[in-house]
């Protein structure tokens, strides 16, 4: 149903400020840091602060305009305009529609749903309610290879999120020297395993999910068969033996079914976000290996002082690698477009730059060239 139908009961974005400047109404758009201006008399002045979802046109039009026999034409000219300009929400009463996800999800996921609300409403989601986004989440599994540096920030901001179902695979223990930069852990859990330890805290960070711990060291795509077997996503975060070897095996898992983002590396001062890769709509790995291979050698070279094991790494700098590749996970779940697809970015933390280019899927390619039925 449109906004404008005169018994719908329109209401503003809540990330939408009005001003007036004289004759001018500006609307100041939070979300997307943008000012729209339009000429405007009283009338439309009056109009506008009563767009709360609580009225209808017809109660606008009496109230804004008493007596005027036109006033219900007059509103919902104005309600027309406004909802062409992406100005107005989808839903009259949002929190009535948040509280269908239950009252205690409702309090727990407010401000997110809020969020959510304004993607639908700046029509970024076919969805109308933000609600449905978060029910996407809350019936979604993803699989974390690897809760480490990268994978513990995946994890806490997938579990935060609400995402129903999470299982975290990895092999190794805590250490300390994990401590100040694995933000799932604590110096109680030293010795502990860190699947489990992992699946305990994502457990205490919100109890409307569930988390499952897998004991593993992946050797190869075999390995991975069980453990992303009903994923919506996959999230690869480990780099042993080294961080292409584990992202081949768990392309090769995950093709052609399972949407899956390589959390390839942050070391130093790069790190590396994503790519995506969603079989029927992205390069493969295999092409975005073709054209990132020579960026680290070439066939026939020889290594003669390796990388070390023991890399630089901060809390601070792992932290945002991993958040940015828990927001690509979650606008893929949540049915939002993805955004490191098809392209292969750097951010480079001493100037705060992000560098990418973009990643093709290579004529012909055996993986991915062949569309599957129904790709986008
Ligand atoms: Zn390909």
Redesign the pocket.
């Given at each position: 149903m449109s906004v404008a139908d005169t018994a719908s009961r329109p209401r503003l974005r809540d990330s939408v400020i009005v001003q007036a400047d004289g004759g001018t109404l500006l609307f100041l758009c939070l979300a997307e840091r943008t000012v729209k201006r339009f000429a405007c008399d009283e009338f439309v002045k009056d109009v506008v602060v009563l767009l709360d979802g609580t009225r209808t046109i017809d109660e606008i039009g009496a109230l804004a305009c008493a007596g005027a026999a036109d006033a219900g034409r007059r509103v919902a000219e104005v309600v027309r305009i406004l909802e062409h300009e992406r100005l107005l929400s989808g839903v009259a009463a949002p929190e009535r529609e948040f509280r269908l996800l239950g009252v205690a999800r409702a309090e727990f996921y407010d401000r997110q749903l809020r969020l959510f609300q304004d993607f639908c409403d700046v029509g970024w989601s076919p969805e109308t309610s933000g609600a449905a986004l978060q029910r996407r989440l809350g019936e979604a599994t993803a699989v974390i290879c690897g809760v480490g540096g990268l994978g513990g920030w995946v994890a806490l901001a997938l579990a935060g999120a609400g995402v129903g179902r999470i299982r975290v695979c990895d092999f190794d223990r805590v250490e300390v020297s994990n401590l100040h930069r694995q933000v799932l852990f604590r110096m109680a859990d030293v010795g502990a395993p860190k699947a489990d330890a992992a699946a305990a805290r994502l457990r205490e960070v919100n109890p409307f999910i569930e988390a499952e711990a897998v004991e593993l060291r992946i050797g190869g795509a075999a390995d991975l068969a069980g453990v992303v077997k009903g994923a919506d996503i996959v999230i690869n975060a480990a780099d042993l033996p080294t961080p292409n070897d584990v992202a081949g095996w768990v392309s090769e898992a995950c093709w052609p079914d399972i949407p899956h983002i390589m959390g390839t590396g942050y070391a130093y001062h790069i790190g590396v976000l994503g790519t995506s890769i969603i079989p029927g709509r992205t390069?493969?790995?295999?092409?975005?290996r073709?054209e990132t291979f020579a960026d680290h050698g070439r066939d026939g070279m020889e290594t003669l002082v390796g990388k070390r094991d023991q890399a630089g790494a901060m809390g601070a700098l792992s932290g945002l690698v991993g958040n940015i590749l828990a927001w690509e996970a979650i606008r893929i779940l949540a049915g939002l477009p993805a955004a490191l697809g098809d392209r292969w970015s750097e951010v480079d933390f001493w100037p705060l730059e992000i560098h990418s280019r973009a990643v093709p899927?290579?004529p012909g390619?055996?993986?991915?060239?062949a569309r599957r039925p129904g790709g986008a």
């Amino acid at each position: 149903m449109s906004v404008a139908d005169t018994a719908s009961r329109p209401r503003l974005r809540d990330s939408v400020i009005v001003q007036a400047d004289g004759g001018t109404l500006l609307f100041l758009c939070l979300a997307e840091r943008t000012v729209k201006r339009f000429a405007c008399d009283e009338f439309v002045k009056d109009v506008v602060v009563l767009l709360d979802g609580t009225r209808t046109i017809d109660e606008i039009g009496a109230l804004a305009c008493a007596g005027a026999a036109d006033a219900g034409r007059r509103v919902a000219e104005v309600v027309r305009i406004l909802e062409h300009e992406r100005l107005l929400s989808g839903v009259a009463a949002p929190e009535r529609e948040f509280r269908l996800l239950g009252v205690a999800r409702a309090e727990f996921y407010d401000r997110q749903l809020r969020l959510f609300q304004d993607f639908c409403d700046v029509g970024w989601s076919p969805e109308t309610s933000g609600a449905a986004l978060q029910r996407r989440l809350g019936e979604a599994t993803a699989v974390i290879c690897g809760v480490g540096g990268l994978g513990g920030w995946v994890a806490l901001a997938l579990a935060g999120a609400g995402v129903g179902r999470i299982r975290v695979c990895d092999f190794d223990r805590v250490e300390v020297s994990n401590l100040h930069r694995q933000v799932l852990f604590r110096m109680a859990d030293v010795g502990a395993p860190k699947a489990d330890a992992a699946a305990a805290r994502l457990r205490e960070v919100n109890p409307f999910i569930e988390a499952e711990a897998v004991e593993l060291r992946i050797g190869g795509a075999a390995d991975l068969a069980g453990v992303v077997k009903g994923a919506d996503i996959v999230i690869n975060a480990a780099d042993l033996p080294t961080p292409n070897d584990v992202a081949g095996w768990v392309s090769e898992a995950c093709w052609p079914d399972i949407p899956h983002i390589m959390g390839t590396g942050y070391a130093y001062h790069i790190g590396v976000l994503g790519t995506s890769i969603i079989p029927g709509r992205t390069a493969c790995w295999s092409c975005v290996r073709a054209e990132t291979f020579a960026d680290h050698g070439r066939d026939g070279m020889e290594t003669l002082v390796g990388k070390r094991d023991q890399a630089g790494a901060m809390g601070a700098l792992s932290g945002l690698v991993g958040n940015i590749l828990a927001w690509e996970a979650i606008r893929i779940l949540a049915g939002l477009p993805a955004a490191l697809g098809d392209r292969w970015s750097e951010v480079d933390f001493w100037p705060l730059e992000i560098h990418s280019r973009a990643v093709p899927q290579r004529p012909g390619c055996p993986t991915c060239g062949a569309r599957r039925p129904g790709g986008a």
